[in-house]
């Protein structure tokens, strides 16, 4: 124990550990079968115990340091599973401990170098345990030799023997540099590690200032004052950085100061200890720069950008100063020089188109798909190196970039500096190759993936284009297959309907025909009219161009207000019930197409139940129009109209036909298969559907679908036909018709009533009639369809210029009224009836009638309809 106390070197020891470990308590004990003894102590954590304290050996670590003559480093105690529950630390409270043995020259066990702390501290840096093992062996040695002069004269000779001893500890770490300063950084010890790694010996660096072996950008910024001063703040200054070495070289250290203390605790000055950390930094920066490689060769769109990255940082790291990047034609002819660094601008252009054998080794890689390494390329004789070595040459790596089946290019490295690669760089440059060639590889493939997409993108295109042109076809043959089925359906009831005109005008045409043949003849002539009037109002049914005259009723009061008209219509034999609601269901669509749709679907069920059974009319209000015929569903809002008969239902395979025109199951001249056709044509055109569901030999229900009016919209009504009165004859009325014989009628048919008339061919005419006089015309009736300016565009202007005269509109069909409605003028369905004409004059001049709206009047028709006018009517 006293030995101990009586090397010099022992407190800057202890001072020493505890700074670079930051632990509070260290001490060098001896150790014996069954005590621990302290021999010098460093506390600052009141530990409590002086040099000569004693520990119970059982209750410490140290006896299994003893017995395996091994360190123990535990930095954290709660974290390691093998001391965690250690009596030791929960015996004196420590948290973390490191010790290591002093095992004398001869190989006897001393005792350990040891500190402890009731804090977790980081004990795992790599300068740490050598430093402990270090200090473990000087202390060994100086106790040795204090041994072997215990008889000498310990005044004078044992400080001799300690410095002797202190330096031959501190020669011994050569693979450390330990360094002493004054307080101003000049250099007072040099060891033999430090000759070793940085050059220098001692004799050259006593005096000279510490900052000689730091880089001159870390002098630029006052490194090494910045570590003296860490150093006396916080106990020690750490750096991981380059540093020079004699010969101008650099190399990573990894190093730490601390202050040198005497025994009275004043600092002296500084040791800094430094360890070569190059070829672990090396390989640390070559792990990096392969990572890189990796990262971006195997997934880049452009590695001719991440070959140029990577090479341009990892020569210093690599050792290489000059890169060749070739890339080669198809058949391997001729080598492009893709990318390189190092090189200069005359070889490059040379380089710029070569063939293989003017560039003998890199043409012999790419001729033997092989790589090749080349070291003392100065020395070699092999011909093939002659313009490597006229060119400064002295080690050679050359790769092949390939895959299984072609070969890219060739990447090469070049040192001037170096006659051979480490084993490292020459890994690096052969997995940098296999990066790029797999890189390359992914690239090629992936433009073959794309030139096969767009190859299938476009079969695909013209598949479809011949498919859309087989549907188009299709579809071209299904309408004109459609068109004729519709022409010779109507071409068949029309021939049927001029067979009766033309055999009763040629029957009146007898001059000895008697005159109630005559009557009946031309009632015939009437009456066919008539139905050819019905018949074209239901092919405009179907086709969703009929002029509609939507007005705002309650479907629930409607159906109750026909009710006894389909009892009429479905006979006796047939049980008609509603099952209507008690709230308000109001639609706002054309209340006579409405009535005759009502009227086609209960005969269409009077017909399948052969005339006796029960039709249910059911209406439910707010509901869901579902997915009909292919159509989306839409939510909420609809009332649904539902006539359940209990016929012979429907053939599935006729439910796809039912609405067609002219389509019929029925059997000749019962019927013109026209009925449900306006039903379908009605509910498209209103905003709607019709559904039908059907079971052969139970019955069939169809369900018309109608949007529901916005809340609070006010009921329209339904004006009666006016009777004919007489109190217009005499007005002067403008006819404009472009249809020559259809103006002479209407023209003679209102002189015979006692109207003037003036007819006009076109609506520019009209114009040009009232401009010049228009106070002699009292109504103007015309056409709607005519070349020009159309009969709905002239009405508008008539309202415009001269508001107050009335306007008579006349079609037989317009788009635009299908389309837009009659914008509030009064609308005459052709054909019409000469007394039909003055009934629509009489409505409009009549001055003592109560104000209406405009309406609709049809030859088939047994009600008045009328079109919501855009504005207060101005035609009164």
């Keep these: 124990m006293a030995a101990v106390g009586r090397l010099d070197v022992v407190p800057t020891l202890l001072d020493t550990v505890c700074r670079i470990t930051g632990m509070g308590f260290a001490a060098i004990a001896r150790v014996t079968d069954d005590k621990w003894i302290a021999c010098s102590v460093r506390d600052e954590i009141n530990f409590g115990l002086q040099p000569g304290g004693e520990l119970k050996l059982e209750t410490t670590i140290c006896h299994e340091i003893r017995q395996h003559r091994q360190a123990v480093v535990i930095p954290d105690v709660d974290a390691d599973p093998a001391y965690a529950a250690h009596h030791t630390p929960a015996i004196y409270g420590l948290k973390s401990y490191i010790s290591v043995p002093i095992v004398l020259p001869e190989g006897r066990f001393f005792g350990t170098l040891c500190a402890i702390d009731p804090s977790p501290h980081d004990l795992a840096r790599p300068e740490i345990l050598p430093t402990f093992e270090m200090f473990a062996r000087l202390i060994a040695l100086q106790l040795d030799q204090a041994e072997q002069a215990s008889a000498r004269n310990e005044a004078g000779r044992a400080m001799r023997d300690s410095e002797v001893l202190h330096r031959q500890i501190l020669d011994s770490a050569t693979d450390f540099a330990i360094i002493a300063t004054d307080l101003d950084g000049r250099v007072t010890r040099w060891n033999a590690g430090a000759e070793n790694i940085l050059g220098w010996t001692e004799r050259e660096m006593m005096g000279e200032p510490v900052d000689r072996f730091f880089t001159p950008e870390d002098r630029a910024v006052g490194r090494p004052q910045t570590e003296m001063r860490l150093a006396l703040e916080h106990g020690h200054g750490n750096d991981e950085r380059w540093h020079l070495r004699a010969d101008g070289t650099r190399f990573w250290a990894q190093g730490e100061m601390t202050p040198l203390r005497r025994s009275d605790d004043k600092v002296v000055g500084f040791v800094k200890v430094l360890r070569d950390r190059t070829a672990e930094r090396l390989r640390e920066q070559r792990l990096d720069l392969l990572a890189r490689a990796s990262a971006g060769l195997l997934s880049s769109d452009d590695p001719d950008r991440v070959l140029r990255d990577i090479l341009s940082s990892g020569a210093e790291t690599l050792g290489y100063d000059q890169s060749y990047s070739y890339l080669l034609n198809n058949d391997c002819t001729r080598m492009r020089l893709l990318q390189s660094m190092g090189v200069e601008e005359e070889v490059r252009n040379w380089l710029a188109d070569a063939c293989p054998a003017d ?241 086609n679907m209960a005969v269409n069920a009077k017909d399948a139940m052969g005339g006796e059974g029960e039709l249910r009319i059911r209406l439910v209000c707010g509901v869901r129009k579902p997915t009909i015929r292919g159509h989306a569903a839409v939510d909420g809002g609809f009332a649904a109209v539902s006539l359940t008969d209990t016929g012979a239902g429907i053939a599935p395979a006729d439910i796809a036909r039912i609405f067609e025109p002219f389509f019929t199951t029925k059997e000749v001249g019962k019927g013109t298969g026209l009925g449900l056709s306006q039903v379908f044509g009605f509910a498209k055109q209103s905003g709607g559907d019709v559904d039908v569901e059907s079971s052969p030999g139970v019955g069939t229900t169809f369900t018309l679908y109608l949007p529901e009016a916005a809340a609070g919209i006010e009921l329209g009504t339904v004006v009666p036909t006016p009777e004919r009165v007489h109190a217009t004859r005499g007005l002067s009325i403008l006819v404009v018709e472009d249809n020559q014989e259809v103006g002479r009628f209407a023209s003679e048919a209102l002189n015979d009533m006692g109207f003037r008339t003036t007819l006009v061919p076109s609506a520019e005419d009209a114009l040009e009639a009232l401009g010049t006089n228009s106070g002699t015309f009292d109504a103007v009736f015309s056409d709607v369809v005519m070349p020009g300016m159309g009969g709905l565009e002239l009405a508008k202007r008539l309202r415009k210029t001269w508001p107050h005269l009335p306007v008579v509109l006349a079609s037989g069909y317009s788009h635009v009224l299908a389309q837009e409605g009659a914008h509030g003028f009064l609308l005459l369905q052709k054909p019409y009836s000469a007394d039909q004409l003055a009934r629509a004059i009489d409505t409009l001049v009549i001055p003592d009638r109560e104000a209406a709206p405009a309406p609709t009047i049809s030859a088939s028709s047994v009600q008045v309809g009328y079109d919501e006018p855009e504005a207060a009517n101005p035609s009164r």
């Design 359 to 599: 560039v003998p080794l890199c043409g012999f890689v790419a001729e033997s798909r092989e790589p090749l390494i080349l070291d003392h390329v100065q020395q070699s004789a092999d011909p093939r190196t002659i313009i490597s070595r006229h060119r400064g040459t002295r080690a050679y790596a050359g790769f092949p970039v390939q895959s299984e089946e072609k070969l890219y290019g060739v990447i090469s490295f070049v040192s001037t500096v170096h006659d051979r690669f480490e084993n490292e760089a020459i890994s690096f440059f052969e997995s940098f190759a296999r990066f790029l060639s797999i890189g390359r590889e992914r690239l090629d493939r992936e433009a073959a993936l794309s030139d096969l997409a767009m190859t299938l993108e476009r079969r695909v295109e013209e598949r479809t284009r011949d498919l859309l042109a087989s549907e188009e076809a299709l579809r071209h043959a299904q309408r004109m297959d459609a068109i004729g089925q519709l022409t010779g359906g109507v071409a068949h009831d029309f021939n049927n309907l001029l067979t009766v005109i033309r055999g009763s005008v040629d029957l009146l045409r007898r001059p000895d025909l008697p005159q109630d043949r005559r009557t009946r003849y031309i009632e015939a002539i009437g009456d066919t009219a008539d139905r050819a009037t019905k018949l074209t109002s239901q092919l405009l049914a179907f086709s969703r161009r009929q002029t509609l005259h939507p007005t705002a009723f309650d479907v629930a009061e409607r159906l109750r207000g026909v009710a006894e008209m389909l009892d009429t219509v479905t006979g006796a034999r047939v049980a008609v019930t509603l099952d209507l609601p008690d709230e308000v269901c109001v639609v706002r669509a054309d209340v006579g197409q409405f009535e005759t749709a009502l009227v």
